[in-house]
């Protein structure tokens, strides 16, 4: 191994250096571990020739840190891990496999060559689970519209035309739009090419393991959507304003720390307003505030709001709110000038018990969330807004408590329980996630979470479980 970790890296860099397109997340790869593990076939069979998946984690991680293989050694402990999955997938060791891959979706959460093994994996060891054959074959007849008619921005600057957790592709950023104006980014080549990407059946750039359409089945058919495209305008009709990441929780999932944008950051956002943001808004259908903190905590997206409120003349509620809920009162409502501007509101709660609560979102208030939930549920029954939903991200800490969630969800009578998997956002060492991620069967209590999935309270007709029902169909 510590002759054959340098020769991988090595060819790793080149393999960076050649196909610097797939890396398109934040430094981090989406693909190219797949062209890495072409590349370099013959150093995995050497480096695979001990079988003990276990020792070889540990060895693989050790020799690289001792061996200071920078830059980069984080991703390269992820793409040989994806690498050496592959390689075992093709000798026929599903179950290994599975573990390897696993270990590079923690170091690399965006690798789609190590999605696509635990997914092949996770049929050969269950073939009631799809295969990624299947998947891609359905793929074919389908359609999806985001990466035509949706535009979300992140904290980085960039702008995605999906959600970046399940089609980590940047299309541009806002130093895109100050040099080249709106219109260019929203028809960059990137955005082009994933929209080539749905049109020619591919969908090589999502994410077939994490993409809750994909996951649930729900992608329009082929013919829909190519009509549908035909009356698309360049403005998306959805976007998610999701670049500020104030919040005033700090959920061990999303961050390690409480989060406030500093002044001069603010004042940077403000000034986007006019050149992106009220444009975009005024274009578009829906408008979601916000995936990267909570629209309440933010003075960024408090001033978007309470402007917008105050200048549309029509009440078209187009907007969508996405909050943790612990400042989402009557007050807020009132002071921001909400009513008849919202269209949906979606709670992100993770927990029924208050002491789970306290773990999974750190700083929060239970009984102020569960006391703006009745607001919020009493303000649905009205007809005030359209679509109440609360979420919950699946993980060890807390999936017992799936079924008693999904009945509090009943009794406040929502539209919707969204459950969905666990990512590492790099807030968990890889460890701390594999310790959490009890959706990998290699975690001890995956069984009794598979127990928890059969619970026919999960068949509710308002319960989604997005990129959960893989699991669940195979459960
Ligand atoms: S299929 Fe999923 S990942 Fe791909 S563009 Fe649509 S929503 Fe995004």
């Known amino acids: 191994m510590n002759e054959v970790l340098p020769r991988l890296h090595e060819l790793f860099l080149q393999t960076l250096r050649n196909y610097p397109e797939t890396v398109a997340w934040n430094g981090e790869n989406i693909n190219n571990s797949g062209i890495f593990y072409q590349s370099a076939h013959d150093l995995f069979e050497t480096l ?3 079988g003990d998946n276990g020792a070889f984690i540990a060895k693989v ?4 840190y001792a061996s200071n293989l920078t830059p980069d050694t984080h991703t390269f402990i992820g793409a040989v891990y994806a690498g050496s999955a592959a390689h075992l997938m093709a000798r026929g060791d599903a179950v290994a496999a599975r573990r390897l891959a696993e270990e590079a979706v923690s170091y690399s959460q965006f690798d789609l060559f190590a999605q696509n093994t635990i997914i092949k994996a996770n049929h050969a060891i269950n073939p009631a689970a799809r295969s990624l054959e299947e998947t891609e074959e359905w793929l074919k007849t389908r359609f999806c519209m985001r990466p035509f008619t949706m535009l979300e921005t992140a904290s980085t600057g960039e702008v995605y035309r999906c959600c970046p957790s399940y089609l980590p592709v940047s299309t541009g950023t806002f130093a895109d739009v100050e040099k080249n104006g709106l219109e260019a980014l929203l028809d960059s080549p990137t955005a082009q090419a994933l929209r080539n990407s749905i049109l020619d059946g591919s969908f090589r750039h999502c994410s077939k393991l994490y993409c809750p359409f994909i996951g ?3 992608l329009m058919s082929r013919e829909e959507g190519l009509e549908k495209i035909q ?3 360049l403005y998306p009709e959805e976007v998610f304003f999701s670049h500020d990441v104030s919040c005033n929780l700090s959920c061990p999932s999303c961050r390690t720390h ?3 944008i500093p002044k001069d950051q603010q004042d940077k956002f403000d000034a986007l307003s006019e050149k992106m943001l009220v444009p975009l808004t005024r274009r578009a259908k829906s408008v979601s505030i916000c995936g990267s903190g909570d629209p309440f905590a933010s003075i960024h997206f408090r001033n978007l709001l ?11 509620r187009k907007l969508a709110l996405q909050t943790n809920g612990v400042l989402c009162d009557k007050k807020a409502w009132d002071n921001i000038g909400l009513y008849g501007h919202v269209s949906r509101v979606a709670v992100s709660v993770d927990a029924a018990q208050e002491s789970t609560y306290a773990i999974v979102r750190r700083d929060g208030n239970f009984g102020r969330m569960r006391e703006n939930m009745r607001f919020l549920s009493d303000l649905r029954r009205t007809g005030e807004f359209d679509s109440l939903t609360i979420c919950f991200v699946v993980q060890a800490l807390n999936f017992r408590e799936m079924p008693d969630f999904v009945r509090w969800g009943a009794e406040l009578g929502v539209d919707a329980v969204v459950f969905s998997q666990l990512r590492n956002w790099s807030t968990f060492s890889p460890a701390e996630y594999n310790n959490h991620n009890v959706l990998s069967r290699a975690h001890p209590e995956h069984g009794a979470l598979l127990d928890v999935l059969k619970d026919p309270l999960l068949d509710s007709p308002f319960v989604n479980m997005s990129d959960v029902g893989n699991l669940r169909a195979a459960a």
């Open 61 to 64: 991680k050790e020799t690289t």
């Open 231 to 233: 009356a698309a305008s």
């Open 48 to 50: 695979l020739q001990n």
């Open 216 to 218: 649930s089945r729900t």
């Open 306 to 316: 309470i402007n917008y409120c105050r200048a549309a003349t029509k009440k078209e």
């Open 258 to 260: 409480k989060m406030v």
